[in-house]
């Protein structure tokens, strides 16, 4: 079992940064591919994006590609993603997830495990 809570979250202005964390419980994260999603209202969820266990493969939706960076440190159970040049269609729900696929998680139905998620809003 993995618990997944985010932080980081807030209002920010157009092209300003923020950095997300994502702390996980239990001693097996660094067997986990991790995946940052997002959620704006009235639109469907959608991969952001998606770290192997060992931290050398990521990939980016093309929307965030260039302007945001996702790392994990597991010797302290955390996935990150940085966000520079952010813009208001960047507002949205962010929720980190846990899968136990091999290599990296583009779909959300192999993601074993959810946080609560924490909210972005990027103002114009």
């Known amino acids: 079992q993995v618990q997944l809570v985010e932080s980081g979250g807030g209002l920010v202005q157009a092209g300003g940064s923020l950095r997300l964390s994502c702390a996980a419980s239990?001693?097996?994260?660094?067997?986990?591919?991790m995946g940052w999603f997002r959620q704006a209202p009235g639109k469907e969820r959608e991969l952001a994006a998606t770290i192997n266990w060992s931290g050398d493969i990521t990939y980016y939706a093309d929307s965030v590609k260039g302007r945001f960076t996702i790392s994990r440190d597991n010797a302290k159970n955390t996935v990150y993603l940085q966000m520079n040049s952010l813009k208001p269609e960047d507002t949205a729900v962010y929720y980190c997830?846990?899968?136990?696929?091999?290599?990296?998680?583009?779909?959300?139905?192999?993601?074993?495990?959810w946080g609560q998620g924490t909210q972005v809003t990027v103002s114009s």
């Open positions: 239990g001693r097996t994260f660094s067997r986990y591919t």
């Open positions: 997830a846990a899968s136990s696929t091999y290599g990296l998680g583009y779909r959300e139905y192999v993601y074993d495990y």
